[in-house]
């Protein structure tokens, strides 16, 4: 059985935890309405529409 023969130390320990706490972007799809980004599955928050029908009423500010 393998058996480290060093102690890792702390910041070595810390450097690899930390290659995993990286952000990631959230996947967006383009709305076939208005053609803006919004997240799969959501109504678009540029026209209001979801899957072709108007769902929300949408006032400009």
Request: with cysteine; charged share 20%.
């Amino acid at each position: 059985m393998a058996v480290p023969k060093h102690r890792a130390s702390k910041s070595r320990k810390r450097m690899h935890r930390s290659i995993n706490m990286k952000l990631t972007l959230p996947g967006m799809t383009k709305c076939p309405e208005c053609g803006g980004l919004t997240p799969p599955h959501k109504v678009c928050i540029h026209c209001g529409y979801y899957k072709g029908n108007s769902v929300v009423q949408v006032t400009e500010a």
